[in-house]
């Protein structure tokens, strides 16, 4: 899958923001063990200040943080809502 | 099958009690024998059991139940109207499920929940970290607590002996400390107030129409009513690791001015669990209080610190403590987090699962509980 420029930031905040290798945007994270609960909460936070969204707790499911792709989606859904 | 968290089931259990002794326990995948029967107790069928604020488990694309957060519905009053708060702890999850965030995902699960207000009480920093994260807050109150010190040296080594390093030094050394107390205490009576009130046993109806009725700036209490209380007194009881469970109630000329409830080890350091009075005679309770733990025999009580309280024990020489444990707090109406960091709530030990035994109890006889 082609990396979209939201993906791209998102894959960024794993470094930036985790301190982790950017993983490949269709990379499954949860199955792969890539995220713990500290980690999620703090990628929350980071995708929180880069794209300027506030996540609501009650859409915070967990295919949505399954990859860098679908966190993508996500934000960009959330996003366009809060629009 | 996908991953997932739904309600637990009965048919869960096992795996929750297997997980739960392995993660919070002893290590071991076999948990005792009625450990089973205790958590169904208390997570499936309380008298108050409310399906819509039900315990969680996360299950694995096999099928297998990897993490589990148990919940306890506490009817409330917030400024009068009924509302219901959620307790939830015993968090646990597999090990190797770690990094699949699944404590995170279930503590959200359990917030978005269709309670009023959610509650922990023994949280660890981790926890604290993911609940702020989530959007809950931190009750920073009451997270410190407080200690009064009876008989010093008793209580030094009432205090080690729950340190490995020094178990054994302090139990050999208790047996002339406590004599030693008994002599300080005769040179210096009066170390503990005599109490200008009479106690007496409280029922638990009795203890109930306290606490819907007592203090006059309390926005958010307890409403457990009659049989809710006595099923919740049963239970903090039946948790026997801890001691035995003290409640009175305080009067004075007749009058009642307030109760309390803690539980008084067969040796050692009391832990309080709740004190309930008007504004006015939160001292005379403690004293009371403090009264018949030193009478009982107890080295020192300890307790969690709650706003009317600050100002009676801090006269009353006590000292105030990191506890060790976390208090967190979620609510979607900001006026509920409001009225309970601003000091308007009554909200005890016995709202929260402090007292809860799981990870004490030997639970190895089916009648254990």
Avoid at chain 2, 236 to 242: N, W
Avoid at chain 2, 313 to 340: E, M, N, T
Wanted: proline share 6%; hydrophobic share 40%.
């Amino acid at each position: 899958m082609a990396t979209s420029p939201t993906s791209e930031r998102v894959q960024h905040l794993f470094v930036e923001a985790l301190n982790k290798e950017a993983p490949a945007v269709e990379t499954d994270l949860i199955e792969g063990g890539l995220l713990d609960s500290l980690a999620l909460v703090e990628l929350i936070f980071a995708i929180e200040r880069e794209f300027g969204v506030t996540i609501p707790l009650e859409e915070l499911e967990i295919d949505s943080f399954r990859s860098v792709a679908s966190i993508a989606d996500f934000v960009a859904g959330t996003a366009e809502r809060a629009s | 099958m996908a991953r997932a968290i739904r309600p637990l089931d009965p048919d869960d259990v096992g795996q929750v009690v297997s997980l739960y002794e392995h993660v919070a326990r002893s290590g071991s995948r076999t948990p005792p024998s009625s450990l089973a029967d205790d958590f169904v107790h208390m997570f499936l069928e309380p008298p108050n059991a409310d399906p819509e604020l039900p315990s969680l488990v996360y299950v694995d694309p096999d099928g297998k139940v990897v993490g589990f957060i148990g919940s306890s519905v506490r009817p409330m009053a917030f400024e009068g109207v009924q509302i219901r708060a959620g307790v939830c702890g015993q968090l646990v999850t597999e090990p190797e499920a770690r990094r699949q965030a699944v404590g995170a995902f279930l503590i959200r699960e359990y917030l978005v929940g269709k309670q009023d207000l959610t509650i922990t009480d023994t949280a660890s920093e981790t926890v604290r970290r993911i609940w702020e994260g989530l959007g809950g807050e931190t009750s920073q109150l009451a997270c410190i607590g407080w200690l009064r010190v009876f008989r010093p040296l008793s209580f030094v080594s009432d205090y080690l002996v729950h340190r490995e390093r020094f178990a054994k030094l302090a139990l050999g050394v208790r047996p002339v400390f406590a004599p030693v107390d008994g002599i300080v205490a005769r040179i210096r009576p009066g170390s503990v107030a005599e109490p200008t009130t009479d106690r007496s046993a409280i029922t638990p109806d009795e203890l109930a129409t306290q606490i819907a009725s007592v203090g006059e700036n309390i926005r958010l209490r307890p409403a457990y009513g009659e049989e809710f209380m006595g099923w919740l007194l049963d239970q903090v009881a039946a948790v026997q690791t801890r001691g035995e469970l003290i409640v009175r109630g305080v009067r004075r000329d007749g009058a009642v001015l307030g109760s309390y409830a803690y539980y008084l080890p067969r040796r050692g350091i009391g832990q309080v669990l709740q004190v309930v009075a008007r504004e006015r005679d939160v001292g005379d309770v403690l004293d009371d209080l403090f009264h018949d733990a030193w009478h009982r025999g107890a080295s020192a009580l300890q307790g969690r610190v709650e706003a009317q309280l600050r100002e009676p024990l801090s006269d009353r020489r006590c000292v105030f403590h990191a506890s060790g444990y976390r208090a967190l707090i979620h609510a979607r109406d900001p006026r509920i987090l409001h009225a309970i960091q601003s000091g308007h709530a009554l909200l005890t030990r016995l709202e929260g699962e402090w007292w809860m035994g799981h990870h004490l109890e030997p639970f190895t006889s089916p009648d254990a509980r």
